[in-house]
Nanobody, 115 residues
Framework: QVQLVESGGGLVQAGGSLRLSCAASGSIFSSNTMGWYRQAPVKARELVAVITSGGSANYADSVKGRFTISRDNGKNTVYLQMNGLKPEDTAVYYC?????????WGQGTQVTVSS
């Protein structure tokens, strides 16, 4: 079994920054992909950024140049540095761990950006 524990959400003014963290524990494969999705009210859940255990990252077009995903494989932890936040970034952010046979989701952390 795998558990994902997120932290770092909160309320910030437009233009500000936040850093999300997600620590995975349990049966972690050495080869996996970790990432972040988000879901705003009345909108579908969407990919924000993902990163492989080898360090290859992909971003949604809407966050390129503002958000940076990174990971510490020794700690099974993924980070999302969010700069230049906009009100449209307001959402619940979910951490994911994708490994053979199953994808795991965190409980979500709220990010609210005020204008």
């Amino acid at each position: 079994q795998v558990q994902l524990v997120e932290s770092g959400g909160g309320l910030v003014q437009a233009g500000g920054s936040l850093r999300l963290s997600c620590a995975a524990s349990g049966s972690i494969f050495s080869s996996n992909t970790m990432g972040w999705y988000r879901q705003a009210p009345v909108k579908a859940r969407e990919l924000v950024a993902v990163i492989t255990s080898g360090g290859s990252a992909n971003y949604a077009d809407s966050v390129k140049g503002r958000f940076t995903i990174s990971r510490d494989n020794g700690k099974n932890t993924v980070y999302l540095q969010m700069n230049g936040l906009k009100p449209e970034d307001t959402a619940v952010y979910y951490c994911t761990l994708d490994q053979p046979l199953k994808t795991y989701w965190g409980q979500g952390t709220q990010v609210t950006v005020s204008s």
